[in-house]
């Protein structure tokens, strides 16, 4: 195929003008404007409504926290299609539950955009976290596997030092981990059980950030991971979608406490996505089997599907974007 014409592209050229003027005028220059176009053919359109797996779902219960290499389908976290332009190029990363699900898929786009890129998850994930290092690494890009439990304060903050120490530094931190175990009744929900979603879910955050936040250069971002469960909780998702709405409230105070450190924080709402968690006790297996049919797409997301959701609120394209919460839910038309 014949290689097309170097020109500029349209947002190079916007970003050349706009910020040009204004921001040397102010004596600051955020972003350097660079045209360029790779030359590589545009990716083909596709329906999205088709373009994945949709249910039903073959039975397929895991004892928790589940491996992703064991479902079926597999997700698809854009390890064979995610291409990178370079948004994150020179960041230093750290991913919590990125060995699978939306975290895997999240590591792997900012390494592919350019970051560096430390990743936890628990140890018996090892197997899906062995695939992601390598895939980070097969980008050209440093991983380092960090793996530990986040209910524990003082694993939380070593977790922050040896990111920012193996990477040489620390501008982005993104949540994902997270703890969902369905209980129909809250006469079954034991404290123990509810110690463990608060503490996975809402504590290790406030740990995590506590952390990174003296880490931090102005710049950096944070992204949390909410739920569509936060705004329409599930009969029997008590204590995990209470985790949520938090995670979301927290997104819109903190974002604007540490907007003054030039740290921005938002979050992500997933509705349905096909990942480990929907497999291990998040949900009844009749409820995995038909997951996704609900919503307008009638199919699960993908994994793949966020990660560019991810991306675009680390990446400094978002400078203007702090404490909000970005719904991915499905074509439901659902907010954050
Ligand atoms: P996932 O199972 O692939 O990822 C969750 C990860 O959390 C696990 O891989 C594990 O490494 C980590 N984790 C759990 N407990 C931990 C602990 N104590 N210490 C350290 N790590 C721990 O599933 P996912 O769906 O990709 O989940 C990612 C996030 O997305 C979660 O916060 C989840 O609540 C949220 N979410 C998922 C959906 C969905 O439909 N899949 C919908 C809304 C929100
Ligand atoms: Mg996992």
């Given at each position: 195929m014949a290689s097309q014409p170097e020109q500029p592209s349209r947002r190079g050229v916007l970003l050349g003008t706009a910020l040009g003027a204004a921001a040397l005028a102010a004596g600051a220059m955020p972003r350097t404007a660079q045209a360029q176009d790779t030359g590589s053919p545009a990716p083909p359109l596709f329906d999205p409504v088709g373009a994945y797996p949709a249910p039903p779902f073959p039975p397929q219960p895991q004892p928790w926290p589940g491996l992703q290499s064991k479902m079926h389908p597999v997700p698809d976290c854009g390890e064979k299609s995610y291409t990178g332009s370079g948004r994150m190029k020179g960041r230093h990363a750290l991913v919590t539950g990125g060995d699978s699900g939306i975290g895997r898929a999240v590591a792997i786009a900012l390494a592919r955009e350019g970051a560096d890129v430390a990743l936890n998850y628990l140890p018996q994930e090892e197997s899906d976290a062995r695939e992601v290092i390598a895939l980070i690494r097969q980008s050209g890009r440093k991983a380092v596997a960090l793996p530990g439990d986040l209910r524990d304060e003082a694993f939380c903050k070593s977790l922050v030092a040896q990111a920012a120490s193996s990477l040489g530094a620390l501008d982005c931190l993104i949540n994902s981990a997270g703890r969902q175990h369905f209980h129909e009744s809250i006469l079954d929900l034991s404290t123990e059980e509810l110690d463990w979603t608060l503490k996975t879910n809402i504590y290790s955050l406030v740990w995590l950030i506590k952390a990174a936040v003296p880490l931090m250069p102005p710049g950096s971002a944070i992204v949390n991971t909410t739920s569509r469960q936060a705004y329409s909780?599930?009969?029997?998702l008590v204590d995990y979608a209470a985790t949520k709405a938090a995670i979301a409230n927290m997104t819109r105070s903190l974002g604007k406490q540490l907007l003054p450190k030039g740290i921005r924080v938002n979050a992500v709402a997933p509705g349905p996505f096909w990942t480990p968690l929907q497999v291990c006790g998040a949900q009844p297996e009749a409820v995995v089997e038909h997951f996704g049919a609900e919503v307008a797409y009638h199919r699960p997301g993908q994994p793949v599907e966020i990660a560019p959701v991810y991306v675009t609120l680390a990446s400094?394209?978002?400078?203007?974007?702090?404490?909000q919460v970005w719904g991915i839910t499905g074509g439901s038309g659902e907010p954050g």
């Amino acid at each position: 195929m014949a290689s097309q014409p170097e020109q500029p592209s349209r947002r190079g050229v916007l970003l050349g003008t706009a910020l040009g003027a204004a921001a040397l005028a102010a004596g600051a220059m955020p972003r350097t404007a660079q045209a360029q176009d790779t030359g590589s053919p545009a990716p083909p359109l596709f329906d999205p409504v088709g373009a994945y797996p949709a249910p039903p779902f073959p039975p397929q219960p895991q004892p928790w926290p589940g491996l992703q290499s064991k479902m079926h389908p597999v997700p698809d976290c854009g390890e064979k299609s995610y291409t990178g332009s370079g948004r994150m190029k020179g960041r230093h990363a750290l991913v919590t539950g990125g060995d699978s699900g939306i975290g895997r898929a999240v590591a792997i786009a900012l390494a592919r955009e350019g970051a560096d890129v430390a990743l936890n998850y628990l140890p018996q994930e090892e197997s899906d976290a062995r695939e992601v290092i390598a895939l980070i690494r097969q980008s050209g890009r440093k991983a380092v596997a960090l793996p530990g439990d986040l209910r524990d304060e003082a694993f939380c903050k070593s977790l922050v030092a040896q990111a920012a120490s193996s990477l040489g530094a620390l501008d982005c931190l993104i949540n994902s981990a997270g703890r969902q175990h369905f209980h129909e009744s809250i006469l079954d929900l034991s404290t123990e059980e509810l110690d463990w979603t608060l503490k996975t879910n809402i504590y290790s955050l406030v740990w995590l950030i506590k952390a990174a936040v003296p880490l931090m250069p102005p710049g950096s971002a944070i992204v949390n991971t909410t739920s569509r469960q936060a705004y329409s909780p599930s009969a029997n998702l008590v204590d995990y979608a209470a985790t949520k709405a938090a995670i979301a409230n927290m997104t819109r105070s903190l974002g604007k406490q540490l907007l003054p450190k030039g740290i921005r924080v938002n979050a992500v709402a997933p509705g349905p996505f096909w990942t480990p968690l929907q497999v291990c006790g998040a949900q009844p297996e009749a409820v995995v089997e038909h997951f996704g049919a609900e919503v307008a797409y009638h199919r699960p997301g993908q994994p793949v599907e966020i990660a560019p959701v991810y991306v675009t609120l680390a990446s400094t394209d978002s400078s203007y974007v702090a404490g909000q919460v970005w719904g991915i839910t499905g074509g439901s038309g659902e907010p954050g």
